[in-house]
Each structure stands twice: as C-alpha cells, then as structure tokens.
C-alpha cells in the first residue's frame, strides 16, 4: 500500500466543495483508498466518511491507496488537498 502525507492548504479544508471533488477523484480509482487524521482512518471514496473527519486547512492528513496506479491517485488527490482556489 503507497502512502502519502498532505497539508490541507484549501482555505475551507475538506468540506463541502473540496471535499465532493476529493471522493470523485478518490471513486474513480479501482482500489482501496484510505484517508487518515490522526487516529482515524475512513473510506475516502465516501462523502460522509471524509466530511466527519472535519478537516481544517493546515491539518495533516496521510493518504493511501493500494494497486496499480495508486502513487497517480494519491498525487491527484493531493493537489485537490492543496488547491487554494476550490
């Protein structure tokens, strides 16, 4: 399984807006991805998963994903993490 740790950098964190885009990108990958805060772990392909972590900009977050393609997933999702103007 890859991992990858992120600073959410979008002025609003993971809600609403970034966070549907977030589990979009997330479901349209073929396997298993996993959002982390802290000593949480949820689907990421779930809107109401991601949205109980409530996530605040300047949080950090691990992102994971198993198979093939799973650095491309993460990365992607990473920008949207990052992305300041959603």
Known sequence: MKELTVE?????????????LFVQKAASFGGPVLLVKEDREVDAKSILSVMSLGIEPGQEIRLRADGEGAQEILEALKAIAEDTSI
């Open 8 to 20: 959410v950098k979008n002025p609003h964190g993971l809600h609403a807006r970034p966070a549907a």
